[in-house]
């Protein structure tokens, strides 16, 4: 099993609607979690970072976190079609190098 | 203000073939990472340094050494490559605002 995992998708949503994007982990060792988008032949870009229990806002993306279940997710309020990319969840255990532990991603496509 | 860049975009390799995948960066972050991304396997953890003059072993380091050079570079070695290697290389950064780490445009290899 592996420590984060997503559903890899792809998961459909047509525009304008809420994409919802879960993970879930397996290391209570896990202090914080990033949420990272990745467009198709490009690197990774940081679009969300969470540490407490509760909900977290940035713009049309709110970041989610529950210890006690082990489960982070991830929703895209008015979903576009500019959002179609694959979501990587990566969890992160306190200490010196921070190391994270990627989920496999799961691919959104945004319908026009 | 590049950021964390790669070189070369592309390589071909021969089996037992060697090269070196260049990284460097400059945001003068202490904590430098390289992965390998294939396909529904995310990215995983090859060898990472916490700082300048450490290296440690990630996730799956066998076929790979690295050298960090300074605090700007970290250098990824493939001795004697195999076909198994094929895949697309990240290396990242740490720092910022949250600690997030901070990828580079990848290194696309393969390995016939």
């Known amino acids: 099993q592996k420590e984060v995992e997503q559903n890899s998708g792809p998961l459909s949503v047509p525009e304008g609607a809420i994409a919802s994007l879960n993970c879930t982990y397996s290391?209570?060792?896990?202090?914080?979690f990033f949420w990272y988008r990745q467009y198709s032949g490009k690197s990774p870009e940081l679009i969300m970072f969470?540490?407490?229990?509760g909900d977290k806002e940035d713009g049309r993306f709110t970041a989610q976190l529950n210890k006690a279940s082990q489960y982070v997710s991830l929703l895209i309020r008015d979903s576009q079609p500019s959002d179609s990319a694959t979501y990587l969840c990566a969890g992160a255990r306190s200490g010196s190098a921070r190391q994270l532990t990627f989920g496999s991603g799961t691919q959104l496509t945004v319908l026009p | 203000n590049a950021g964390v860049t790669q070189t070369p975009k592309f390589q071909v390799l021969k089996t037992g073939q060697s090269m070196t995948l260049q990284c460097a960066q400059d945001m003068n972050h202490n904590s430098m990472y390289w992965y390998r991304q294939d396909p529904g396997m995310g990215l995983r953890l090859i060898y990472y340094?916490?700082?300048?003059?450490?290296?440690d072993k990630g996730e799956v380091p066998n076929g790979y050494n690295v050298s960090r050079l300074n605090k700007r570079e970290f250098s990824l070695r493939l001795e004697s490559a195999a076909p198994s290697q094929t895949s697309v290389y990240f290396c990242?950064?740490?720092?910022?605002?949250?600690?997030?780490?901070?990828f580079g445009p990848g290194t696309r290899l393969t390995v016939l």
């Open positions: 990242a950064s740490r720092g910022g605002s949250y600690n997030e780490q901070f």
């Open positions: 290391d209570r060792g896990s202090q914080s």
């Open positions: 969470i540490y407490s229990n």
């Open positions: 340094s916490a700082s300048e003059g450490t290296t």
